[in-house]
């Protein structure tokens, strides 16, 4: 609507793949949108990598499912091992045929995507992406927000109607919003390598995801395009410029699978995982998604699934409203439908699978191990699984699906 806002803009702080999403739907839709992204270049990131079905459903309309189906790895079935006994339980999501035009998981790595976006977002006239842009104040009223920012040209001010904060788990605007992120960080980091060791063929019976239970070294053993990522943890004890250093991956490999070589790897990180949810999405004009607002462990593969899921429902009531077609009441149910979805079920369904993965206690192990092999017999209580895991029952129950 001509002349009702004053800035005639909305400022997106973060450009990873939530925040680049976001930009691309408001773009899409007439919005005009400016995108800070604090790093000079796009982030090279392994650290999530899994699309779930109804995700690659919401996405069908940008583009973006046809990019990461071209780019990605299938992967319809998945595994729950034991490091001593192999496969517990094997899960088929083609069981979901019926709830989703792609059953089966999607492994393309975040930066794919958010490069992606990059490259749709440039085709749309009204929007602009700054690299090497970082937000050190933002003041948020009636009438919109003025950001401060850090530039290559030195320090700047740039006015908005709305501003969503995509900046990740430790947010700027968040902190600036002085909203509390409520919840916990596990003691324990996790290390993530890659190799292109091919554990397929040296591992019979495994598939491209498989996360297995041990009371000492858990793992997540993942299949991407073009090499195997492993997730494990590490010892609080551990150091963590230690954990990265060859002896000590190659030793953690080495006890996954011994081989006469040692494995060539080719991507290393650490980092630490929290349990945290926003304790509001919202102050007036200012918005959190994606890592901003709600942060978890990478088991279940839920995290990015989530951001996005938070970008679709926030764009859409967004550039309603900025159109004239709903009134800014639309905007309070975004908090209402997404924060309950990232305690009930993403941050839910995560914790209980590290809890299950580490499980020291022999009974107690044992029989939430005999549960998933009873859920695996059972086809009505694997479909009900399958629902859950994949996240489309949480996305009906919020009226996205």
């Known amino acids: 609507m001509a002349g009702r806002w004053k800035h005639d803009r909305v400022l997106i702080v973060g450009g990873g793949p939530v925040g680049s999403l976001a930009a691309l739907l408001l773009a899409r839709r007439g919005v005009p949108v400016t995108v800070l992204e604090a790093e000079p270049e796009l982030v090279i990131d392994y ?25 990605g790895l299938k992967c319809p079935v998945w595994q729950y091992r034991d490091r ?8 088929d999501l083609s069981m979901l045929s019926g709830d989703t035009r792609y059953p089966y998981r999607v492994q393309c790595e975040q930066f794919k995507l958010t490069g992606f976006l990059y490259g749709e977002i440039a085709r749309v006239p009204g929007t602009a992406l700054h690299f090497s842009h970082r937000v050190v104040d933002l003041a948020v009223d009636d009438d919109g927000a003025t950001a401060t920012v850090e530039t ?15 900046d990740g788990g430790r947010s700027t605007v968040r902190k600036l919003l002085d909203i509390p992120f409520d919840g916990y960080t596990h003691p324990e980091h996790f ?42 943890p590490v010892d609080p004890s551990v150091e963590a410029p230690d954990a990265i250093t060859d002896g000590y991956i190659q030793n953690a490999l080495q006890n996954l699978l011994p081989r006469a070589e040692p494995y060539e790897i080719i991507v290393r990180g650490i980092y630490r995982v929290s349990q945290r949810v926003a304790h509001s999405y919202r102050r007036g004009r200012a918005f959190l998604a994606g890592d ?44 209402a439908q997404r924060r309950p979805e990232a305690i009930n079920a993403i941050n839910a369904i995560t914790e209980r699978n590290k809890r299950l993965l580490e ?42 699906l």
Not at 47 to 58: E, M, V
Not at 62 to 67: D, L, V
């Open 191 to 232: 290390l993530v390598s890659g190799t292109r060791f091919d554990f397929k063929a040296a591992m019979p019976g495994i598939c491209s995801v498989n996360y297995t239970a041990d009371p000492v070294e858990w793992y997540l053993l993942l299949q991407i395009p073009d090499m195997w990522r492993i997730i494990m």
């Open 84 to 91: 001593n006994e192999g496969t517990v339980a094997e899960f």
């Open 47 to 71: 650290r999530a990598s899994t699309i779930h079905p109804p995700t690659l459903d919401l996405l069908e309309d940008c583009g973006a499912t046809r990019f990461m189906l071209d780019n």
């Open 292 to 335: 901003a607002a709600h942060i978890n462990n990478p088991l279940g593969g839920m995290g990015l699934n989530g951001g996005l899921h938070d970008a679709l429902s926030l764009t859409d009531r967004l550039s309603r409203v900025w159109h004239g077609e709903a009134d800014d009441a639309l905007l309070d149910g975004y908090e």
């Open 152 to 166: 290559p040209a030195g320090r700047t001010t740039i006015g908005a109607d709305f501003v969503i904060g995509t």
């Open 359 to 400: 499980e020291r206690e022999p009974e107690v192990r044992r029989r939430s191990l005999d549960e998933l092999r009873r859920m695996a017999a059972d086809p009505a209580a694997t479909y009900q699984f399958l629902l859950q895991t994949s996240m489309i029952a949480s996305l009906r129950w919020s009226g996205m």
